[in-house]
C-alpha cells in the first residue's frame, strides 16, 4: 500500500503550524481557550465507548445507554464538565495541529483521524529535521490548566 495515499492533501486534511514552546527543557503544549471551545462544539452530541473485549451488537449498546442515561439524569452541567475536563477537544484539526508542533511542523491528519472513528489515537504527517532530537514525551496543558503527557 502507498502511505502517501492516507494523507492525501484536501481542506478537511490540513493542519496548521504554530511556533513549539519550551519548558525548562521539555517540550510543552498550551493550546489557547478558544481552540478546545472548537472541539467542545464538534463533539458536544457525540458518545464514545471503549470495550476491552468483543463489542456487544449496537442495538444492545443502544440499550444500555438510554438505560444508564436516564438512570443518572444526565444533564448538560454533566456533559460540559466532562467535555471540559478531558482531552477530547484537542482531537480535531487545530488542536491536533498544537499536539503536532512539538514534533515538527504539522502537514494533514490522517483520514481515519479526520473522520473520527477511533479516537484512542490520531495519525498525523509531520515534517521533521532528521538533526532534530525528538521529544520522548509532549506535556499538554489543558483547559482547565491541569498537565497531561503524550508519549
Given at each position: 500500500m502507498d502511505w502517501r495515499k492516507l494523507f492525501v492533501a484536501n481542506k478537511d486534511q490540513s493542519l496548521q503550524y504554530f511556533p513549539p514552546l519550551n519548558n525548562n527543557g521539555s517540550t510543552m503544549v498550551a493550546p489557547p481557550p478558544e481552540v478546545f471551545g472548537a472541539g467542545v462544539q464538534v463533539l458536544q452530541f457525540s458518545l464514545v465507548a471503549q470495550f476491552l473485549d468483543k463489542s456487544p451488537n449496537f442495538?444492545?449498546?443502544?440499550?444500555?445507554?438510554?438505560?444508564?442515561?436516564a438512570k443518572f439524569e444526565a444533564t448538560r452541567e454533566a456533559r460540559d464538565w466532562v467535555l471540559d475536563h478531558g482531552p477530547w477537544a484537542l482531537y480535531i484539526g487545530i488542536g491536533l495541529?498544537?499536539?503536532a508542533r512539538a514534533i515538527g511542523?504539522?502537514?494533514?491528519?490522517?483520514?481515519?483521524?479526520v473522520g473520527q472513528s477511533r479516537l484512542a489515537y490520531a495519525k498525523v504527517c509531520v515534517e521533521i529535521d532528521a538533526n532534530q532530537i525528538n521529544p520522548r514525551t509532549i506535556d499538554i496543558v489543558l483547559k482547565d490548566d491541569s498537565t497531561g503527557t503524550v508519549g
Amino acid at each position: 500500500m502507498d502511505w502517501r495515499k492516507l494523507f492525501v492533501a484536501n481542506k478537511d486534511q490540513s493542519l496548521q503550524y504554530f511556533p513549539p514552546l519550551n519548558n525548562n527543557g521539555s517540550t510543552m503544549v498550551a493550546p489557547p481557550p478558544e481552540v478546545f471551545g472548537a472541539g467542545v462544539q464538534v463533539l458536544q452530541f457525540s458518545l464514545v465507548a471503549q470495550f476491552l473485549d468483543k463489542s456487544p451488537n449496537f442495538s444492545l449498546q443502544r440499550k444500555t445507554v438510554k438505560l444508564l442515561w436516564a438512570k443518572f439524569e444526565a444533564t448538560r452541567e454533566a456533559r460540559d464538565w466532562v467535555l471540559d475536563h478531558g482531552p477530547w477537544a484537542l482531537y480535531i484539526g487545530i488542536g491536533l495541529s498544537y499536539v503536532a508542533r512539538a514534533i515538527g511542523v504539522p502537514l494533514y491528519m490522517y483520514t481515519i483521524t479526520v473522520g473520527q472513528s477511533r479516537l484512542a489515537y490520531a495519525k498525523v504527517c509531520v515534517e521533521i529535521d532528521a538533526n532534530q532530537i525528538n521529544p520522548r514525551t509532549i506535556d499538554i496543558v489543558l483547559k482547565d490548566d491541569s498537565t497531561g503527557t503524550v508519549g
